[in-house]
């Protein structure tokens, strides 16, 4: 007797679905366990960014943590002292901030990782001038390095 090929199709699918690439729920990141850690540090850094909590968010910080901001100028370099002290003041002067943050891609290489980020935020910000709405959208790389066991944001904020 021949094999039906309509019988043959589910457990086709089965084999298939058993055979591919496992991803973090909501993603198209494949899940392990160093993705589900960097993933989850993202959250809370988008979760406590939220809630313009500057202790929760230094505290996913590495010490060794250092941004350019993409220019060569040193004066707008931050490192993780700079970031503690102003942080707070900056965080301070957001009002109705709403942002949402997804993770695109995360790629690690032994102890070090980046993952692509799109942020969209909505906020209202006190300028000199007074109170202003803005909405941002962005696609950066944040950069991680594994410390201790641990996944630190080491620049990218």
Request: hydrophobic share 40%; aromatic share 6%.
């Given at each position: 007797m021949?094999?039906?090929?309509l019988?043959?199709a589910?457990a086709l699918?089965?084999?298939?679905?058993?055979c591919?690439a496992?991803?973090i729920?909501?993603?198209?990141?494949?899940d392990s366990?160093?993705n589900?850690?960097i993933y989850?540090?993202?959250?809370?850094?988008a979760?406590?960014?939220?809630?313009?909590?500057?202790a929760?968010?230094?505290?996913?910080?590495?010490p060794?943590y250092?941004?350019?901001?993409?220019?060569?100028?040193p004066?707008?370099d931050?490192?993780?002292?700079?970031?503690?002290?102003t942080?707070p003041?900056d965080?301070?002067?957001l009002e109705?901030l709403?942002v949402?943050?997804?993770?695109?891609?995360?790629?690690?290489?032994k102890d070090a990782?980046?993952a692509e980020?799109?942020?969209?935020?909505?906020?209202?910000?006190q300028?000199?001038?007074g109170?202003?709405?803005?909405?941002?959208q962005?696609?950066?790389?944040?950069r991680?390095?594994?410390?201790?066991?641990?996944?630190?944001?080491i620049?990218?904020l």
């Open positions: 021949t094999p039906r090929p019988l043959l589910p699918a089965v084999a298939l679905a058993s591919a496992h991803r729920p909501g993603t198209e990141i494949a366990e160093d589900r850690a989850s540090v993202v959250q809370g850094y979760e406590a960014l939220q809630r313009k909590d500057a929760t968010l230094l505290s996913l910080v590495s060794d250092f941004d350019n901001a993409g220019t060569a100028d004066a707008d931050l490192d993780f002292a700079r970031l503690e002290q942080l003041a965080l301070g002067k109705s709403r949402e943050v997804q993770v695109r891609k995360i790629a690690v290489e990782a980046v980020l799109w942020s969209d935020g909505w906020y209202r910000i300028t000199p001038q109170i202003v709405p803005r909405r941002d962005d696609l950066h790389r944040m991680l390095i594994r410390r201790d066991g641990a996944w630190k944001i620049g990218g």
